[in-house]
C-alpha cells in the first residue's frame, strides 16, 4: 500500500490573510501582558492591605492630639478601672468629651499633680471649645510636666480663639523653638501674624507649614 505524498507544492500567499494573523497574534499577547500586569497589581495591594500596619491621618487646623509619649485607647491592653487619670484617656481618646472632663474631674481631685489629668482634661476642654477652661488646665500642665512644643501649641491656639493675639504669639514661637517642624504651631502663629499686620512673618510661616 502506498503512503500519501505530502504536498510540497508552493501555496498562493495571501498577504492580508497573514496581516490579519499577526495583528490577532499582537492583540494576543497584549492582552496578557495587560492580564499580568493587573494580577501583580492585585497582588501587591492585597499584601499591603494585610501585612502593613495601618497609619493616623494627620489633624486638622484646630484638632487636639494626645500628649508624645501617652498610651492611647487603641494601644492599651488593659485599664485599671481604679485609675480615672486612664479612664479619662480612654474617654478622651473616644471622642467622649465631656465624659473626659468629668473623669478627669476625679482624677485632678484625687491627683492633683498630675500633668496627664491637667493636659487630657485641658484637651477635652479644647474640643469642647472651653477655650479658657483649656488654657488653665494646659497651665497646668506645662507646670507638672514641664515644656512641651505640643501642648504650648494647644495653648497658643486656644489664646488664638480667645483673641490673646501677644499670648498665642508667645507659646507658638516657644513650641517651634522646641519641634522645629511643628507644622500646626507655624499655621497658627501665621493666623497671629496676620491678624497683628504682619504679612510677610505671616507668609513666611505658612511656608514653613507646607502652605502657600
Do not use: C
Not at 28 to 42: D, M, R
Not at 62 to 87: I, K, R, Y
Not at 92 to 121: C, H, M, W
Not at 159 to 182: C, F, H, K, S
Amino acid at each position: 500500500m502506498s503512503r500519501p505524498v505530502a504536498n510540497v507544492e508552493a501555496r498562493e500567499w495571501n498577504p492580508e490573510v497573514d496581516e490579519m494573523y499577526q495583528v490577532r497574534r499582537k492583540s494576543n499577547i497584549k492582552f496578557l501582558i495587560i492580564l499580568a500586569a493587573v494580577v501583580v497589581v492585585v497582588a501587591v495591594v492585597v499584601s499591603l492591605v494585610l501585612f502593613l500596619p495601618g497609619k493616623n491621618d494627620p489633624t486638622d487646623l484646630g484638632s487636639a492630639q494626645p500628649p508624645e509619649g501617652q498610651t492611647t485607647v487603641a494601644e492599651q491592653t488593659t485599664l485599671d478601672p481604679n485609675d480615672p487619670v486612664a479612664l479619662g484617656m480612654s474617654s478622651y481618646a473616644s471622642g467622649n468629651y465631656a465624659e473626659a472632663i468629668t473623669i478627669l474631674d476625679l482624677a485632678v481631685a484625687q491627683k492633683p499633680e498630675s500633668g496627664d489629668a491637667y493636659a487630657f482634661r485641658g484637651m477635652s476642654h479644647f474640643m469642647q471649645a472651653n477655650y479658657s477652661s483649656a488654657i488653665m488646665d494646659l497651665t497646668k500642665a506645662l507646670r507638672y510636666l514641664g515644656e512641651r512644643s505640643d501642648l504650648l501649641t494647644l495653648r497658643g491656639q486656644s489664646y488664638y480663639l480667645q483673641a490673646m493675639y501677644p499670648e498665642a504669639g508667645g507659646d507658638l514661637t516657644r513650641a517651634i523653638e522646641l519641634d522645629p517642624v511643628n507644622k500646626n504651631a507655624y499655621t497658627y502663629r501665621a493666623m497671629v501674624y496676620d491678624i497683628t499686620g504682619k504679612p510677610e512673618l505671616a507668609a513666611s510661616d505658612r511656608l514653613m507649614a507646607g502652605g502657600q
